[in-house]
């Protein structure tokens, strides 16, 4: 078990929690910067660990809010940090809305790797209470977020997030600047909602694409016809596989398919 001392105080990293401390200061300053939050914004930071984003932020921003998992790290940030809010408790269950407070929030943070899809779905889930996400994350998921068409990174992941999201990778970030030391690198990421969605049915859009790239090697007409009726989609369309269209034209294939009624199929093992 590994132990960190900071101010003369002895935490032990949890393993189960995916802790993972940040220790070169430039860093947080740089998600700051890149996050482009100002004095006056609703921010909140999601597992401040030891704080070294969360003294960046004050930085800029004197008060916000911060969620903590962790018992003591959450005591330390309410000693080291008296003037933000800290909440102790799961991110993936707190509620949003009352800290948007009727606006938007700027969300920040150093997150989990084994929960970083839970927490990018969450955010996806909430966007409208969401102005923008700069995140650090594990560098392999930051590439799938950020994949273009004909990679292989490009697939859910990134159509999901695309869609609906305005996504920018960052920076690379060294494994070397973290204690523990984890066994990938990082990177980070700033991800804006768009104004508005690009289809009226956001659920069936998403049950689409997880269709659509089920098989990966298969064609769409082959991973689709079970599900939709394809009648309106260009030939030449269906003969190509998911990862060769783009966002936009996934979100056009999208509005020329119609659903089969299927009815209670289980569709659980997407």
């Known amino acids: 078990m590994t132990k960190i001392e900071y101010k003369h105080t002895h935490i032990a990293a949890k393993k189960k929690l995916g802790q993972n401390f940040l220790l070169d200061k430039n860093i947080p300053k740089k998600i700051v910067r890149e996050s482009g939050i100002r004095e006056g914004d609703r921010v909140l930071e999601i597992g ?10 004050l930085e800029v921003v004197p008060s916000f809010t911060a969620i ?8 330390f940030i309410r000693e080291e940090h008296p003037q933000i809010e800290l909440i102790e408790g799961d991110f993936l269950k707190a509620p949003l809305e009352p800290l948007a407070a009727g606006g938007k929030l700027a969300v ?27 995140l650090m994350m594990q560098h392999e998921v930051a590439q799938r977020i950020a994949a273009v068409p004909s990679t292989k990174e490009y697939g859910i992941l990134a159509v999901q997030m695309q869609a609906f999201c305005d996504v920018k990778y960052l920076f690379k970030v060294s494994r070397s600047v973290f204690k523990p030391r984890p066994e990938v690198d990082s990177a980070v990421i700033r991800m804006v909602p768009k104004a508005a969605d690009p289809v009226e049915d956001c659920e ?4 689409f694409v997880r269709r659509a790239f089920h098989q990966r090697r298969k064609t769409l007409w082959n991973n689709l016809k079970e599900y939709y009726d394809n009648s309106a989609v260009p030939e030449a369309t ?33």
């Open 238 to 270: 269906l003969k190509l596989r998911a990862e060769a269209l783009s966002v936009p034209e996934l979100i056009t294939l999208f509005g020329q398919l119609r659903a089969i009624d299927r009815g209670d199929a289980d569709e659980r093992s997407f």
């Open 204 to 207: 069936g859009f998403r049950l």
């Open 108 to 134: 920040l943070g150093n997150i989990p790797y084994s929960i970083t899809s839970p927490i990018l779905f969450r955010l996806l889930d909430n966007r409208h209470l969401v102005a923008s996400a700069t």
């Open 48 to 57: 401040p660990g030891f704080g070294a984003l969360t003294t960046a932020i």
């Open 68 to 75: 903590e998992k962790d018992r003591e790290l959450a005591r």
